[in-house]
């Protein structure tokens, strides 16, 4: 069992940035494949960026790309999300996820790869 919790949200005007992070309980961190996705309101959940076990192999959705950068610090269980050039678009909950399991490249953008998700913080881009 893992737990899953993000901290850093918060209001900020369009244009700046803000990092939030995911800090994961248990040994196996570093085994996990991560990721991001976010929720606005009367929207699905969509996919914003995962990360590999190790690090290696980022993914992003595109209308985060060049903008969001994914990291994970195995060595303090903690996975974060550097966002920049923040847009009133970005507006939502973001929720960190954990995979257990090995992961085919195609699959880090599916909901239904991640077995652990975290309760989500609250990103408000005003314009």
């Known amino acids: 069992q893992v737990q899953l919790v993000e901290s850093g949200g918060g209001l900020v005007q369009a244009g700046g940035s803000l990092r939030v992070s995911c800090a994961a309980s248990?040994?196996?961190?570093?085994?996990?494949?991560m990721g991001w996705f976010r929720q606005a309101p009367g929207k699905e959940r969509e996919f914003v960026a995962a990360?590999?076990?190790?690090?290696?192999?980022?993914y992003y959705a595109d209308s985060v790309k060049g903008r969001f950068t994914i990291s994970r610090d195995n060595a303090k269980n903690t996975m974060y999300l550097q966002m920049n050039s923040l847009k009133p678009e970005d507006t939502a909950v973001y929720y960190c996820?954990?995979?257990?399991?090995?992961?085919?490249?195609?699959?880090?953008?599916?909901?239904?790869?991640?077995?652990?998700w975290g309760q989500g913080t609250q990103v408000t881009v005003s314009s």
């Open positions: 996820a954990a995979s257990p399991k090995p992961c085919a490249s195609g699959s880090y953008y599916s909901r239904g790869t991640y077995d652990y």
């Open positions: 248990g040994r196996t961190f570093s085994s996990y494949a």
């Open positions: 990360i590999s076990w190790s690090g290696s192999n980022t």
